[in-house]
């Protein structure tokens, strides 16, 4: 059986050997302050896009700056089951319907109700920038899951 926790290609080597894709993968992410997504907002984004995607070192790093960023932990201990708890906010089941979709795009249809409901929370900039943020932690996801990637756990 394969050793699942050997690394494919490290980090380091990634970033060494292709430096533009950290560049513009971390330029699809920072959002202009003139857009109304929280940080908070944005890490409830990018841990559940990253759950979805089974990607652990992803899903460490997202828990942290989301704790670090002043997050409950007991909200993010029940994040995947954010359509069942009043603990999120609308505007954050707005943001956490359309991670879904997008994320899921190959299994799930992006319904009219679920792009209206995003529209109607972040207006036509927020959304395009939203939209950006959970592509570019797809990206991340992926390559992360693919190179096998590994979470510093202490």
């Not at 089951?81 to 992006?110: D, G, P, Q």
């Amino acid at each position: 059986m394969e050793d699942i926790m050997q690394h494919r290609i490290s980090q380091s080597s990634l970033y060494k050997q292709c430096p533009r894709l950290v560049t513009h993968l971390t330029a699809l992410g920072d959002v202009p302050e003139s857009v109304n997504l929280s940080p908070q907002l944005l890490h409830l984004v990018r841990l559940r896009a990253s759950q979805l995607n089974h990607c652990g070192f992803c899903q460490k790093m997202h828990t942290d700056e989301a704790r670090a960023d002043g997050e409950l932990q007991s909200r993010l201990d029940v994040l995947p089951a954010w359509k069942e708890l009043s603990c999120f906010t609308a505007e954050e089941r707005a943001a956490l319907a359309w991670t879904e979709a997008l994320t899921l795009i190959n299994h799930v249809e992006i319904t009219d109700a679920v792009f209206q409901s995003a529209l109607d929370a972040f207006g036509e900039s927020g959304l395009i920038e939203l939209t950006t943020v959970i592509v570019q932690i797809n990206s991340w996801n992926r390559i992360a899951v693919s190179f096998r990637f590994q979470p510093d756990i202490k």
